[in-house]
Structure formats: C-alpha cells, structure tokens
C-alpha cells in the first residue's frame, strides 16, 4: 500500500474537495474524517505521511486535535478559516508544519506543493552547526519536522570533519558567533571543496553589524537569517534554498546527459574522462576503453519503427549500466553509439566486462507486440588507454577495432592491449 494522507474537516464538500484534488496531484491514498472521534479511529488504524487539520471540529472545537496529532508523532499542516494573527501565531508555535488559511482553490495548491516539497526532502541532509544546544536542537525539531535527515554539531571544525565523512549533504545551516571555527571560516572552507551546485550554506547570526551579513553572501553562503525568527521565514528559507540546489542539479544534469537514456553524453563524457586521466596521472592506474555499436540498427527502425529502434537504444543503456561499476563512464555518443570506460581494471578484467556486455546484450530480447520479440546485438572495438597519446587518439583507435569486428561478422569484441 502507497503512502497516505489523513484529512480532518467536518465541512463535507470542502473535504472532498480537497481530498480529490490532493490524490489526483499527488497519486496518494487519502482518508477523511469529519470529527476528532473518526480521526483518533483513522489514526489507530494507519500510518500517515501527513494531516491536514480543521481547526474547530464539532465534537474539538479549541484545536484539541492538534494537541492529540502532535502526541502520536504526526506530521501536520493546520486548516483554519481564523485569520486572527495572535491565534496564528499560537498555533504556528506548536510542533505543526504549516497554518494554511481556508480561503479558495489556491490554497489547496500550495497545500499540494508543501507535500511535493516534502516528499521531496526526505532525500537532503542536512548539517546544523551551532555552539548552542537549545538552538540546535529548536532547528533540528524544525527541520525534522519538515521531513529532513538532520546532522547536529557545535563549531565549525566538527562540521568541517562531517562533510568528508558524509559527503551527501545538501545544505549546512551555520551560526556566525562560534568558538574553535566561526561560520565565516567555515563558508571559507566549504566553498573551497563544495560550490553552490552542490551544496548551500544558510548563515544565521543574532549580529546587527550590516557588513557581517555581506561578508557571508562574498563568501558564499547562499542566503542569511536574523535571529531570532519565526519558524515560518526559517521553514520557507530551508526549502527555498534545497530547492534550488535542485533545479541547479536539474539544469546541470539536463546538459550533461543524454535525453533518451540518462547516460552521460558526449560533452560531458569529455570533460569527465580527461579529468580522471589527470587525477591519476601520478598512479600506476590503469584503465580500458570501448567503443560500442548496435548490429544492423537502420533494419530495426526501418522494420519496426523509430519509437521500438528508442526502445532498443535504452535497453542496451540499461545493459551497459548493470554490467558496469558506479565509478565507471559510460557514455552515448549519438545515434546507437557508445562508448565505456572501466576504470582501475587490467587487461584481463576488462576483456572479461567487455565480453559481458557482448554476451549479456546477445541474451536480452525486447518484447514488440504478442509473440513477437527483438533479439539484437552489438560489435565493440576496445583497448587498454594509451597513456603516451591523447584521449581522441585512443577513441580514434578503438573506433577502428570497432570497424574491424563489424567488417569480421559483427556481433563480436575485439581488444588490444
């Protein structure tokens, strides 16, 4: 069973509504109850991802069911029609999400991107760093509470010592005012391994010194918080920040991928290869590349059209990719070419993958239509790198070795050491 929602409202048509519009934008269950009594009865039965809740209920009036919510470890947003900004403010203090104001159609779509943003944060972790404990432990309860993975620590070196243990982190929260390392110091030093591509830093600093916030923003923080603030502008901030360390990520990897496949393409195989060349220049490392070509791939276009001749394409890019480790490149370079590089293998671990992938493709069959199925194949011209010549140099000769095994019956690998 997928993931459920829990919504509390006893205006039935509102409900519904809302309940419709949420599981067809979302593609979750959701559940309704129209009083406290058939909530608590919801809330025995399953588990939730989320509740939205009413307020004033017939048999809760005084938001009592976001007291009981709050005991059972729910997450919650809060419905209300009261605009009363001193009854906002009581509530926003309680251990909630959000206070969404019942007022129209618009607010069940920012209620829809809440949950998508969410969902969402459930893949970031991130980083606290603050010498108080009551701050860090307000923030983690925060940031907890708006489904993120949250990693505490009072300075900046113990973040700093974090980061390389766990390099997935997506956003550090830092206060200025620490012993040992100083946010300031820590920006410094983060922005020298991470760039904003990769990870964004949040300052936060009870300072009034105007300069101070400058200083964070030249030295790459990504934006600044005053403190003291309210858990509405921190909340906004934290995802407006992961967001856009995602659309960034999003952009980047549109330009470094191949449309079709998700592979990388040809630019960026480029870029990524010759670095590693230098990286490993002062090793012994050695590294095998191949040059990879679909068998008779006009006659399955011509055959069966363009849409199955892209079916056969992604295929043979999720063969490449399960035969092949993480650390290693593999690359569509246009059309049905590709190309593979295995990193950190010798010459005899690298015929053994590339015949893998000979073998592995010969195996697999795509399913047409009823008993019809496609069986293809693929030639590969592949060598151990040259370290004496240029990365083109060594594609221009495992292109000819593809040649060759074309011209030798196709369906075959030939490798050169």
Known sequence: MGEKILIVEDNKALAKIIAKKLSSALKMEVDVAYSMHEAKLFIARYNYFLALLDINLPDAPDGEIVD???????????????????????????????????????????IIHIIQRLKKNRNHKVLVVDDSRVFRQTMQNILENLFFKVISVAHGEEAIGMLKSQPDISLVLTDYNMPVMDGLELTKQIRETYSKNELSILALSGNEDEEITALFLKHGANDYIKKPFSKEEFSCRVNNSVEALENIQLITNYANRDFLTGLFNRRYFFKEVNDYIDEIKQSSEQFALGMIDIDHFKQVNDTYGHDVGDKVITSLADILRSATNPQDVVARFGGEEFCVVLKNVNKHSAQEIFERLRENTEQFSYHVKDDEYIHFTISIGALMFHEDESLEENLNEADMLLYKAKNNGRNQLIFET
């Not at 919510?69 to 251990?95: P, W």
């Open 68 to 110: 009981y919510a709050a005991k059972k470890g729910l997450h919650t947003i809060v419905l209300s029609s009261n605009i009363d900004k001193e009854f906002r403010k009581q509530i926003l203090k309680k251990n909630i999400i959000d206070y969404v104001n019942k007022s129209g159609v618009n607010d069940i779509h920012y």
